[in-house]
């Protein structure tokens, strides 16, 4: 049960499957006064797991753990768990991509035009590809051979819900998302500038911190 203490989990436990009970018996079960439990029980009653009734006592709301997280992170959106982005201009050699990725320790990296404007992503599994069908010589061959364009790219919106935005990464079998603003509004073509990127890294990052009781969801500030 994330974000809990571990008496308030032997509490949730004793309700779940004593209840309905009152406080009073909670705390004879758990060796302590009842009003060592009060602000373990109002955490509880808060946080849904649990409700009480006037005569009745504390019962169990039959809503679990994996509900509870669903919740918590709906309201979550990409900018609020989102990295730099490491971009290469279109220009560069596919050398220098593979320089790039490795000094800024990523998996991929995105390819943008003269305006800044994202036109493609280069992994480096392109990039060992590219190398084994050119004998090695990166140097001279552009990054552009390289990349999967745009067209064919899946991206992320700083409002995307973060639940969203792992769907995305899990259907399509992807380690990265873009994070992308439309810089130009044109029904023909896409405009994207690239202000981030959202990884697995990130995904469990967030869940660490939800597990932890750590406060995410800054845009709601």
């Given at each position: 049960?994330m974000?809990?203490?571990?008496?308030q989990k032997?509490?949730?436990e004793?309700?779940?499957?004593?209840?309905?009970?009152?406080g009073?018996?909670?705390?004879?079960?758990?060796s302590?006064t009842r009003?060592a439990?009060r602000?373990d029980?109002a955490i509880?009653?808060m946080?849904?797991?649990?409700d009480a009734?006037p005569?009745?006592?504390?019962?169990?709301t039959?809503?679990?753990?994996?509900?509870?997280?669903?919740?918590?992170?709906?309201?979550?959106?990409v900018?609020?768990?989102?990295s730099?982005?490491?971009v290469?201009?279109?220009?560069q050699?596919?050398y220098?991509?593979?320089?790039?990725?490795f000094?800024e320790d990523?998996?991929?990296?995105?390819?943008?035009d003269?305006?800044?404007?994202?036109?493609g992503?280069?992994?480096r599994?392109d990039?060992?590809?590219?190398?084994?069908?050119?004998?090695g010589?990166?140097?001279?061959?552009p990054?552009?051979?390289?990349?999967t364009?745009?067209?064919?790219?899946?991206?992320?919106?700083?409002?995307t819900?973060?639940s969203?935005?792992?769907?995305?990464?899990?259907?399509?079998?992807?380690?990265?998302l873009?994070?992308?603003?439309?810089?130009?509004?044109?029904?023909?073509?896409k405009?994207y500038e690239?202000?981030?990127?959202?990884?697995?890294?990130?995904?469990?990052?967030?869940?660490?911190?939800?597990?932890?009781g750590?406060?995410?969801?800054h845009?709601?500030?």
């Amino acid at each position: 049960m994330m974000g809990l203490t571990s008496r308030q989990k032997q509490i949730a436990e004793i309700v779940r499957e004593k209840g309905p009970i009152t406080g009073r018996q909670i705390a004879e079960m758990l060796s302590v006064t009842r009003a060592a439990l009060r602000s373990d029980l109002a955490i509880l009653v808060m946080s849904g797991m649990i409700d009480a009734r006037p005569k009745v006592g504390y019962f169990y709301t039959g809503r679990s753990t994996l509900g509870l997280l669903n919740e918590e992170v709906s309201d979550i959106l990409v900018e609020d768990i989102q990295s730099t982005p490491v971009v290469i201009k279109n220009t560069q050699s596919a050398y220098e991509a593979i320089i790039r990725m490795f000094v800024e320790d990523v998996g991929s990296i995105y390819v943008v035009d003269e305006n800044d404007l994202l036109v493609g992503v280069v992994s480096r599994k392109d990039l060992l590809k590219l190398a084994t069908n050119n004998n090695g010589d990166m140097k001279a061959i552009p990054v552009i051979m390289a990349m999967t364009p745009l067209s064919k790219m899946v991206v992320a919106f700083p409002e995307t819900t973060v639940s969203e935005a792992a769907r995305k990464v899990i259907d399509n079998q992807i380690d990265s998302l873009p994070v992308v603003k439309n810089r130009f509004q044109d029904s023909n073509a896409k405009y994207y500038e690239v202000v981030g990127r959202i990884t697995k890294t990130n995904f469990t990052k967030l869940f660490v911190d939800i597990a932890e009781g750590r406060e995410v969801g800054h845009h709601k500030q």
